[in-house]
């Protein structure tokens, strides 16, 4: 079983020279720690390309942030612009791939992670954009929830992100690929066997 | 024509009334225009409708006019943060229309620009496209979003010259120039006001035909996540 270092790990694989990448907040976010030598351009949908580390105390900078609000920095290759310029190469297919958590994930590819009716509602923010618009749709996530269920399902129960939109999921138990008629292992984790990835799994798997 | 006014009370005088459309730029605390915002509070108008990524927390940026109960509506991607504001939603006060961050930038985008609605994939078989009309091209659906034409945006920019020529600062860009282009009318708050010509006209981040009215003040800038990382060997 991976843990949440070996899960981004398993999905900055996912990521190749060049692409301008979008990672979501949560496991995501530690992705940019295994890139490796890969040229990859993070973009922070609040309107910058090439998202640099957290900075050293003291260099912190208001006016420098990103989509989760914290205090980021530049580089060398860093851009600016404005949210409807961000968003334009979202929605345009310009960002290659986006990476991002999830509540629950369908067998077609539906994804759920803004919502839990009766709960707390702090809305969408740019994710139903980034679903819809980016290349590839990875998804980074437990496979069960707390209460043990597989958030792997054949439909989802609650309100969605995006319909049909994800390509890829990676869990602590492996990875499966969404495909014609349901779901495909494509590996299971370290010290899991396909028999116990497909007990865990409430989607179709074919 | 003189744009530039004393203070942001000044400058909202005459244009800011109850009931009205307000688009504000600004992300999270980043780049919000907080004198004006303070501006409106102590003015006192009402019944306001607010497009706006987000609410602010509880004492900065919207938070402020939702303590006195000066906003009616919220048009916002994201309002986590702010306990009053969920309280007035929940019990009903406060109406809230959800829209998703990057269809907010080119509602706002599109206002501006005189487009009163357009076709975008974001959203599609979720709740946001209820009530929507759907187009099919190429096989793919798309659901209608409208332009949003405000009755005033107030924005924060960085540098303004006297003719309104902004230029913004690093991501305090964000909201700021979609904003400012879809009000009637529009104010801004710099932190430098130059003189008109020292500004590249090759570097103007917006064009002072969609500014109004510039005030200059000092801002509190508040820092909504600090995150830092520690020095090599410290």
């Not at chain 1, 740019?126 to 819809?132: N, S």
Request: glycine share 12%; aromatic share 6%.
């Amino acid at each position: 079983m991976w843990d949440r270092n070996q899960m981004a790990a398993r999905a900055a694989q996912e990521l190749e020279d060049g692409m301008y990448v979008n990672l979501g907040i949560g496991i995501p976010t530690l992705v940019a720690n295994y890139v490796g030598d890969k040229d990859i351009t993070l973009q922070s949908e609040n309107g910058m390309l090439g998202m640099g580390p957290f900075p050293f105390e003291g260099d912190e900078d208001p006016d420098l942030i990103n989509a989760g609000k914290q205090t980021i920095t530049e580089m060398d290759r860093t851009a600016y612009f404005d949210s409807a310029t961000s968003f334009a190469m979202i929605r345009g297919g310009k960002i290659a791939a986006a990476i991002l958590g999830a509540m629950e994930v369908s067998e077609t590819g539906d994804l759920a992670n803004w919502m839990i009716p009766g709960k707390l509602i702090k809305g969408m923010g740019g994710a139903m954009d980034l679903v819809a618009g980016v290349g590839r749709v990875i998804v980074v996530m437990d496979h069960a929830n707390k209460h043990g269920e597989s958030k792997v399902l054949k439909a989802c129960t609650l309100p969605l992100t995006g319909k049909g939109v994800v390509d890829r999921i990676i869990t602590n138990l492996g990875v499966l690929d969404v495909v014609e008629g349901g779901l495909r292992i494509v590996e299971c984790a370290e010290g899991v066997t396909e028999e116990e990835l497909r007990a865990a799994t409430q989607a179709t798997l074919v | 024509m003189n744009k530039i006014y004393a203070n942001a009370a000044e400058a909202l005088d005459g244009v800011l009334t109850d009931g009205m459309l307000i688009a504000s730029g600004g992300f999270g605390l980043c780049g919000i225009p907080e004198l004006l915002l303070q501006a409106i509070k102590e003015n006192g108008a009402k019944e306001l409708t607010f497009a706006s990524n987000n609410a602010g927390v509880d004492d900065f940026g919207i938070g402020i006019l939702l303590q006195t109960k000066q906003v009616k509506k919220m048009i916002s991607s994201y309002v986590g943060e702010n306990a009053e504001f969920m309280r007035q939603y929940l019990s009903g006060e406060l109406e809230l229309e959800f829209t998703p961050q990057g269809t907010l930038a080119e509602r706002m985008r599109a206002g501006g620009a005189g487009i009163p609605g357009f076709y975008t994939k974001t959203g599609v078989g979720t709740v946001i496209a209820e009530g929507k009309d759907v187009k099919n091209w190429n096989g793919q659906d798309y659901i209608l979003e409208e332009g949003i034409f405000a009755d005033l945006a107030i924005v924060k920019a960085w540098k303004a010259d006297a003719t309104g020529n902004l230029i913004f600062r690093k991501t305090a860009r964000n909201f700021n120039p979609p904003a400012a282009m879809c009000g009637k009318v529009c104010i801004v708050e710099v932190e430098e006001i130059v003189p008109t010509g020292s500004l590249d006209p090759d570097n103007i981040h917006l064009p002072g035909i969609y500014v109004h009215r510039i005030i200059q003040g000092t801002h509190e800038k508040r820092i909504e996540q600090r995150t830092v990382r520690t020095r090599e060997g410290a």
